[in-house]
């Protein structure tokens, strides 16, 4: 089973082992720090919800970090996956 679209995988294929590492490290950073961002904006809007402000505003920050994780996260498995292969 392979979690990477046919066409998308030839094209990671024809990227150097070295620099799929380098990218699939990047890109699991940055979707750690995303995740971590929606953590705390989850935080904040619980925090603000019981002071009695209303944390609508953080909706689209929200889904944006959110959105990020996820293609971050699907970048960089398939980047590890490419360097995992052997040449």
Do not use: C, H
Not at 14 to 38: C, E, K, M, P, Q
């Amino acid at each position: 089973m392979n979690i990477v679209p046919t066409r998308i995988q030839e094209q990671i294929g024809r990227v150097d082992r070295n620099y799929a590492l380098y990218i699939g490290i990047s890109a699991g950073i940055t979707a750690l720090w995303s995740i971590y961002r929606v953590f705390w904006l989850v935080y904040t809007a619980a925090t603000f919800s019981s002071v009695g402000w209303s944390p609508v505003s953080l909706v689209f920050p929200l889904v944006f970090w959110a959105v990020v994780a996820v293609g971050t996260g699907l970048v960089s498995a398939a980047f590890l996956l490419r360097y995992a292969k052997q040449p």
